[in-house]
C-alpha cells in the first residue's frame, strides 16, 4: 500500500512513517498542503491513504484535502 504523510512537525512525520514501514507500507512525506496537492496531481491516484494534518501553514489540511477531493 502506498501512502502520503503530509505532516509539518518532522519528528511526528517521522513517528508515523516508521509505523507505516512497520506494517510494509510504501510511504512518501511532505511537510505543506501545496505539495501533498502537487504530489497527487503529479502521482495520480496512486495513493491509498493520505494522513493529512490539519494544522498546516499556509493551506491548512482540509483545504488541502477539499483541493484533493475535487482533482479525483
Known amino acids: 500500500m502506498h501512502i502520503l504523510i503530509v505532516e509539518d512537525s518532522i519528528p511526528a512525520m517521522m513517528v508515523e512513517k516508521m509505523l507505516m514501514e512497520r506494517l510494509h507500507c510504501d510511504v512518501d512525506c511532505v511537510s505543506t498542503g501545496e ?5 497527487v496531481e503529479k502521482n495520480h491516484s496512486v495513493y491509498k491513504l ?5 494544522g498546516l501553514p499556509n493551506i491548512d489540511g482540509i483545504e488541502a484535502s477539499k483541493l484533493i477531493r475535487k482533482y479525483e
Do not use: P
Open 35 to 39: 505539495e501533498a496537492v502537487k504530489l
Open 50 to 54: 493520505i494522513l493529512m494534518d490539519l
